[in-house]
């Protein structure tokens, strides 16, 4: 049973595409997260959904559009990719509620976008 | 703002012998704290975390971690280190109120020698 899935995998593109990912969750989660890691594998939030709006925005560029159909899913679009958008990205999910602040989040395997 | 600090970018031990990985935070106000562990090409796996109450907290695979408020810090701690421990181990903060997003350290990377 796959809790938090990631589509695809790897993604290899060249400068100026457009190129989306997906993520979805079986889990029931209210909140989901997309994260990006960096060569040096420094983690940083991007986005957080809950229930389907957007509560957290850090600062990233404009040419990344997350999109959340569902509270199952959390897409994320980037336009116009640059060299320096090649990373890992994770999307993951956390239940909300009362108890949100302190709950785990699960993580997807990633998506290892590389940009030529 | 919150900041996580991991002092270690590599810890190497023995197979059997104990394993500290530390780590430090600043926060505003209350902690809440935890310890994750990312496995070579795979998502971040949650092992344990500080909510409140008993500072000893234990987790999955046999790891514990201490909270110590005076010292700011949330070592990640195992009496027995095994090699498939060997992976990328991440702390992570946030405040116990208000809409601020979970921040992680840089990571550690455990090595075990069999």
Not at chain 1, 87 to 96: E, G, H, K, L
Not at chain 2, 39 to 52: A, D, E, H, S, V
């Amino acid at each position: 049973d796959t809790a938090v899935s990631q589509t695809p995998k790897y993604l290899v593109t060249q400068m100026g595409n457009d190129k989306s990912i997906k993520c979805e969750q079986n889990l029931g989660h209210d909140t989901m997260y997309w994260y990006k890691q960096d060569s040096k594998k420094f983690l940083k939030i991007m986005f957080s959904y809950n229930n389907k709006e957007l509560i957290i925005n850090e600062t990233v560029p404009n040419r990344f559009s997350p999109k959340s159909p569902d509270k199952a899913h959390l897409n994320l679009h980037i336009n116009s990719l640059e060299l320096g958008d090649s990373a890992v990205y994770f999307c993951a999910s956390s239940p909300s509620g009362a108890s949100g602040l302190y709950n785990e989040q699960f993580f997807g395997p990633g998506t290892r976008l590389t940009v030529l | 703002a919150q900041s996580v600090a991991q002092p270690e970018d590599q810890v190497n031990v023995a197979e059997g012998n104990p394993l500290t990985v530390k780590c430090t935070y600043s926060v505003s106000g209350n902690p809440y704290l935890f310890w994750y562990v990312q496995y070579p090409n795979r998502g971040l796996q949650f092992l344990l975390k500080y909510i409140t109450g008993d500072n000893l907290v234990k987790g999955s695979y046999g790891f514990e971690a201490e909270f110590n408020k005076s010292q700011t810090s949330f070592h990640l701690k195992k009496p027995s280190a095994l090699v498939s421990d060997s992976a990328l181990y991440f702390c992570a903060v946030r405040p116990n109120s208000g809409n601020t997003p979970l921040v992680f350290g840089k990571g550690t990377r455990l090595s075990v020698i069999a």
